[in-house]
């Protein structure tokens, strides 16, 4: 893959943090080369330019002689590795090897052409510097980037080849020489929310994967409810013009194609919210991750380098590149919908146990000989529930005034992506108590071959071929497990390919 700066994708991370060899554009080369021409010249002139000859944050105002230039970006190195465990994974620290390399490849940063040649090394060769996740405010991940610096200098721990090492120990082995930092390399290095950006970016397919089997779920429930299917009339949907409804909406009609629902009168008038809306309250989530995506594409356009060079005009100037305030927020949105479909989860598990809704046993119990059925399973459904609606509250507008009281504001953004994680793995746990509970209903409702949608039968089977209807001598956890186990297994984009 060849890197100029500008395009990346987040299918592209994916591609390189397994594996993909990358390179950099010749055009970028030449950028990066006239920054740093720049960047040298500034040097021997007399303006004062942060972080180039002065301090950073409220040293600002401290001269940095030339010839203490080197020993200023390599001490800035060292005094900025104030992250803490938990250490982000190799998946992660790849990616924000890249998405760093690809924002320093614009010509922006002025940051010398070898250490952009040694990331490429180390992506290339498979070496990944560890580097530890908590450290960072949302104003540059200057506490976590920190780490890779110190690989660059050749100190500190990597992993390569399934262990782990000095860095000095594996530049020696294969025979590279560490990078002697000059003027406005150290900044240049920290200065960044690539490691943030690299967290979240891995963070969007999981979610795209588990609406997608929300959607699934959602056509099982429905199913098991023996449900009204008004709300999926084409000219219902058609009269709602919302991109994300109409996603939901179609994977939906594709799970059920086929189902008995469409062949029969409803057995009801309207169905409650959380079956009724649910295409809508997913459709917001979808919008959401779009916002969350077309946000961190915006980012992975611009530059983030404070100061930045400006190779038009020769100048170097400080900037707010840094400031991650319009990633935060569609992220804090993002989360605020995705509880949404985490109550409504949680809801349609509660009707599903109640007889006056579905006219199936109370509690989904296999006969009259059994006592319990899957009643005590509602409390961990609401477990789950209450702990997502915990990880999305607000947190970007809580600051402190930090570095001398210069850095009066945060963002709180390595955070808030800690939540959307608890947020996505609560989600996945949540999902399989669903399927489980349509499942079980589905089985009493069609003691004989379900007539269900094409999808749904086949999720149906996974989960009731092996377990049959589940009565009170079944270990609940364990079935989970293997329902989990089975799901994670399954592609959910393949499987809705399939049927299209």
């Known amino acids: 893959m060849e890197l100029t700066g500008y395009e990346l994708s987040i299918e592209d991370v994916q591609r390189v943090v397994k594996g993909e060899i990358v390179s950099i554009s010749q055009d970028s080369f030449e950028r990066m080369t006239t920054a740093r021409q720049v960047v040298l010249e500034a040097l021997t002139g007399d303006q004062a330019i942060y972080g180039?000859?002065?301090?950073?944050?409220?040293?600002?105002?401290?001269?940095?002689?030339?010839?203490?230039?080197?020993?200023?970006?390599?001490?800035?190195?060292?005094?900025?590795?104030?992250?803490?465990?938990?250490?982000?994974?190799?998946?992660?620290?790849?990616?924000?090897?890249?998405?760093?390399?690809?924002?320093?490849?614009?010509?922006?940063?002025?940051?010398?052409?070898?250490?952009?040649?040694?990331?490429?090394?180390?992506?290339?060769?498979?070496?990944?510097?560890?580097?530890?996740?908590?450290?960072?405010?949302?104003?540059?991940?200057?506490?976590?980037?920190?780490?890779?610096?110190?690989?660059?200098?050749?100190?500190?721990?990597?992993?390569?080849?399934?262990?782990?090492?000095?860095?000095?120990?594996?530049?020696?082995?294969?025979?590279?020489?560490?990078?002697?930092?000059?003027?406005?390399?150290?900044?240049?290095?920290?200065?960044?929310?690539?490691?943030?950006?690299?967290?979240?970016?891995?963070?969007?397919?999981?979610?795209?994967?588990?609406?997608?089997?929300?959607?699934?779920?959602?056509?099982?429930?429905?199913?098991?409810?023996?449900?009204?299917?008004?709300?999926?009339?084409?000219?219902?949907?058609?009269?709602?013009?919302?991109?994300?409804?109409?996603?939901?909406?179609?994977?939906?009609?594709?799970?059920?194609?086929?189902?008995?629902?469409?062949?029969?009168?409803?057995?009801?008038?309207?169905?409650?919210?959380?079956?009724?809306?649910?295409?809508?309250?997913?459709?917001?989530?979808?919008?959401?991750?779009?916002?969350?995506?077309?946000?961190?594409?915006?980012?992975?356009?611009?530059?983030?380098?404070?100061?930045?060079v400006d190779i038009t005009t020769g100048r170097i100037l400080s900037t707010p590149h840094f400031e991650t305030l319009n990633v935060t927020l569609a992220i804090e949105m993002l989360n605020v919908a995705l509880s949404h479909v985490s109550n409504a989860s949680v809801q349609r598990m509660i009707k599903l146990g109640n007889p006056d809704f579905t006219g199936l046993s109370r509690f989904l119990t296999a006969d009259d000989s059994q006592f319990f059925g899957l009643q005590a399973l509602q409390k961990t459904a609401m477990t789950l529930d209450v702990e997502i609606h915990h990880a999305c509250q607000i947190l970007s507008n809580v600051s402190y005034p930090l570095a001398g009281e210069m850095e009066d504001r945060q963002t709180n953004l390595p955070l808030i992506i800690q939540e959307l994680e608890v947020i996505t793995e609560k989600l996945y746990d949540l999902l399989t108590i669903e399927l489980l509970y349509a499942t079980q209903a589905i089985a009493l409702r069609f003691p004989t071959e379900p007539p269900l949608g094409k999808l749904t039968r086949k999720v149906f089977h996974l989960i009731f071929d092996q377990y049959g209807t589940l009565e009170d001598q079944h270990q609940l956890y364990a079935v989970l497990g293997g329902i989990s186990r089975k799901i994670s297994q399954m592609c959910i984009h393949s499987l809705f390919d399939k049927e299209k």
């Open 52 to 308: 180039l000859n002065t301090g950073v944050g409220k040293n600002k105002d401290r001269r940095i002689p030339i010839n203490d230039i080197d020993h200023f970006n390599r001490q800035l190195i060292y005094a900025h590795c104030v992250g803490i465990e938990p250490e982000l994974t190799i998946e992660e620290v790849r990616a924000t090897m890249l998405i760093h390399l690809n924002n320093m490849v614009k010509g922006y940063s002025g940051v010398q052409v070898a250490i952009a040649e040694r990331l490429v090394d180390f992506l290339n060769l498979g070496i990944t510097p560890v580097v530890n996740g908590k450290g960072s405010i949302g104003e540059g991940d200057i506490g976590i980037l920190s780490y890779i610096g110190l690989a660059l200098l050749g100190e500190g721990l990597v992993d390569y080849q399934g262990k782990r090492y000095t860095a000095k120990e594996v530049f020696e082995s294969l025979g590279l020489k560490p990078i002697h930092f000059g003027a406005k390399d150290g900044l240049s290095v920290i200065s960044s929310n690539a490691a943030s950006f690299a967290r979240l970016a891995l963070l969007v397919p999981k979610l795209e994967r588990i609406l997608k089997w929300y959607d699934l779920a959602y056509g099982m429930s429905l199913e098991a409810l023996d449900g009204n299917t008004t709300p999926l009339d084409d000219s219902v949907v058609r009269n709602k013009a919302l991109s994300g409804h109409q996603c939901s909406y179609r994977h939906v009609k594709c799970v059920l194609e086929g189902s008995y629902l469409f062949e029969k009168n409803s057995s009801g008038v309207q169905d409650p919210l959380s079956f009724r809306n649910v295409t809508l309250i997913h459709g917001a989530a979808y919008d959401s991750l779009s916002y969350v995506k077309k946000q961190l594409y915006d980012e992975w356009e611009s530059s983030d380098d404070n100061p930045m």
